[in-house]
């Protein structure tokens, strides 16, 4: 099933290329020139456009400020490093977290590769 997300700034374009081969609809901060404004502009834009907003920024894991219900949803990614092969690994989509978070409907979850917050409206 597609789903609809939003690339922040500060992840690889061959992230966006990876997500749009799976069929996935992709929007990316950059390309709606979001580069360098600040997070909750960034996060109203995903949400306004019903995306799940996929980023490294911890900023966007704090539950007080973000809380993991009455949105669309953050991917947060933590990679082991932020080398673009391992950030693509976790955009694969035969990753199995990634895999994982699309089937569920209201949830956070976390693995040692990144974490999730997700409500599908």
């Known amino acids: 099933?597609?789903?609809?997300?939003?690339?922040?700034?500060?992840?690889?374009?061959?992230?966006?290329?990876?997500?749009?081969?799976?069929?996935?609809?992709?929007?990316?901060?950059?390309?709606?020139?979001?580069?360098?404004?600040?997070?909750?502009?960034?996060?109203?834009?995903?949400?306004?456009?019903?995306?799940?907003?996929?980023?490294?920024?911890?900023?966007f894991s704090d539950i007080r400020v973000y809380p993991p219900v009455g949105h669309h949803g953050i991917w947060i990614l933590r990679p082991h490093t932020k080398s673009i092969e391992n950030t693509l690994a976790l955009c694969d989509p035969r990753c199995e977290f990634l895999k994982m978070s699309l089937c569920k409907d209201d949830y956070g979850s976390s693995s040692p590769n990144g974490f999730v917050f997700m409500n599908r409206q």
Request: net charge negative; aromatic share 6%; hydrophobic share 40%.
């Open 1 to 59: 099933m597609p789903t609809r997300f939003k690339l922040d700034e500060n992840l690889p374009r061959n992230a966006e290329a990876l997500l749009l081969q799976a069929g996935h609809d992709v929007h990316t901060a950059l390309a709606e020139q979001l580069g360098g404004h600040p997070d909750p502009l960034v996060f109203d834009a995903s949400q306004t456009e019903e995306r799940v907003l996929v980023t490294f920024d911890l900023d």
